[in-house]
């Protein structure tokens, strides 16, 4: 068994990715993300930000998400990539622009990878689509 030193909670693996506390802010969750990637999250946020300005910002799921009348845009850090929820009509849509970019995805997730450079006009667009939705 492993123990978070920080948190003290105990996994089956060592260095178990996990959430040591619950974030109360989209920008309580970035800061509690690993030093390198913060910036990235925070422009993303931004990213998201400016093309939904009327949507309220909480975190639900532990996840960063952007609420008009339901789940509009989620994401989430993970150890290799940005998790990026805008849900399952999103991605099915830009399932052709992604695939040629060479992006990840699955029903209602795309993932971007942190050794990438990160798509903020590709983000912009698909939150666009969503807020228009």
Request: contains cysteine; glycine residues 4%.
């Amino acid at each position: 068994m492993w123990q978070c030193p920080k948190c003290k909670r105990e996994f089956k693996n060592t260095n178990q990715s996990h959430y040591c506390t619950k974030a109360e802010s989209i920008s309580d969750y970035i800061s509690q993300q690993a030093e390198e990637v913060q910036p990235i999250m925070q422009k993303v946020y931004e990213t998201v930000q400016k093309m939904a300005p009327e949507c309220i910002e909480k975190i639900s799921y532990n996840m960063p998400t952007f609420w008009q009348g339901k789940s509009l845009i989620q994401f989430a850090a993970h150890k290799n990539h940005l998790g990026f929820y805008p849900g399952e009509e999103a991605v099915n849509f830009f399932a052709d622009k992604l695939s040629q970019e060479g992006y990840k995805f699955s029903k209602g997730c795309i993932q971007f990878l942190w050794n990438e450079p990160m798509p903020y006009d590709l983000i912009s667009e698909i939150t666009a689509h969503r807020v228009a939705r």
